[in-house]
């Protein structure tokens, strides 16, 4: 039996239990077959109908259209920052970025070295703390697409809005608040998400790549690298991650057993909400985020000094709230609440911190 402790580390982030109980069971025998889901040769009858029902969950709980590819990548988030723009961008072709803090701009930054990239907008001299108004970006005409991360896990500022950037493809890091809540899909041409935050566990990059993105071939890139043949083999030009995949489909169909997106994103906001009235109700905390583009995934906040963060860091891991130090690039605290985590750890949380806050204004 595992003891209750909450785990708010951004990712690899806490699952849920049922689920972990399921593959623990599936490692040894993968649904009465006889063999462990860890040993589903990849060209086999069974791991194409396990993936093709991932793959299914996946498009029924976020209603992909049909001319959308889902593909089942490895790499990370991290790595399709550059493999987009290898996919996507010719030698003179133009991306545009739009910064709201860490990710995007380490998105910006790796696309950078493969073409041309240009800021759209930035929060950057402001001290990431908002989106910058749509009305305010310069997105180029004639740019192959323009970026932006829904969520800046590091920084705890989430997109409320789709933003409208006219005819030019929109593509979206949604690595930390995938299957948070409801998507309209065809507002973007790419979304990309590694699963480990709220979709599973560590190997898995998913993409769902507009159909009109894959007609375009620049040329030599690897095999396993290039989006077209990988939607042409069906992920499978080598071997995919497939105990990743297979957790995402348990993760998809728990989902919905629990009412879907839309309650995700009703849980969200309820555990959010108990953490941020106390940040705000409670002078020893601040959160620098604009109301309005407060993530109900990351919360990022903190504490006046170096001291109080390490005792308030000592005490909440004493008392089974785990891993809630904040982003390295970034310092303070940070409260991860995805998916997995249960109304009664975000009320755990803002106990302790309630509690907390009481005794440093006694000292
Ligand atoms: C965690 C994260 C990444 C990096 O994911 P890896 O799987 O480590 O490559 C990229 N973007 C965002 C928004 C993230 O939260």
């Not at 003891?3 to 982030?13: C, D, L």
């Not at 407060?294 to 109080?308: G, H, M």
Request: proline residues 5%; negative net charge; aromatic residues 10%.
């Amino acid at each position: 039996m595992k003891s209750t402790v909450y785990n708010f580390a951004s990712g690899p982030a806490q699952l849920p239990p049922e689920l972990l109980a399921q593959a623990a069971a599936d490692i040894v025998d993968w649904e009465g077959t006889g063999l462990s889901i860890l040993e589903l040769p990849f060209d086999s009858d069974e791991y194409r109908a396990m993936a093709a029902r991932t793959e299914a969950d996946l498009r029924d709980l976020l209603g992909i259209p049909e001319n959308y590819h889902v593909l089942f990548l490895q790499g990370g988030a991290y790595a399709h920052m550059a493999l987009l723009a290898m996919n996507l961008l010719g030698n003179d072709s133009l991306a545009n970025y739009v910064i709201t803090g860490h990710w995007s701009w380490r998105a910006a930054t790796e696309a950078s070295h493969f073409a041309r990239t240009r800021i759209a907008a930035s929060n950057r001299e402001t001290g990431h703390h908002d989106i910058p108004p749509p009305d305010t970006w310069h997105v180029d005409r004639e740019a192959a697409y323009c970026h932006i991360t829904t969520n800046e896990t590091a920084n705890g500022i989430q997109y409320h809005f789709t933003p409208d950037v006219g005819d030019v493809p929109l593509i979206a890091d949604m690595t930390s608040d995938f299957l948070s809540r409801p998507v309209t899909i065809s507002e973007y041409d790419l979304i990309y998400a590694s699963a480990q935050k709220n979709a599973g566990v560590a190997g898995l990059t998913i993409l769902i790549i507009n159909n009109n993105l894959l007609n375009d071939k620049t040329g030599n890139l690897p095999a396993v690298f290039d989006y077209s043949r990988q939607a042409a083999s069906g992920s499978r030009i080598n071997t995919p991650p497939v105990f990743s995949i297979y957790f995402t489909g348990l993760v998809c169909r728990w989902i919905k057993n629990n009412g879907g997106l839309l309650a995700a994103e009703r849980s969200c906001k309820k555990k959010s909400e108990l953490i941020y009235n106390i940040i705000d109700s409670q002078p020893t905390y601040c959160c620098y985020v604009n109301e309005n583009a407060r993530s109900l995934i990351n919360l990022c906040f903190s504490l006046p000094n170096a001291e109080l963060h390490k005792s308030f860091l000592e005490q909440a891991s004493a008392e089974g709230l785990k891993f809630l130090d904040g982003h390295a690039a970034v310092g303070g605290i940070r409260a991860s609440l995805y998916n997995a985590m249960p109304y009664d750890g975000a009320r755990k949380l803002s106990e302790f911190m309630e509690d907390f806050a009481i005794r440093c204004q006694r000292s």
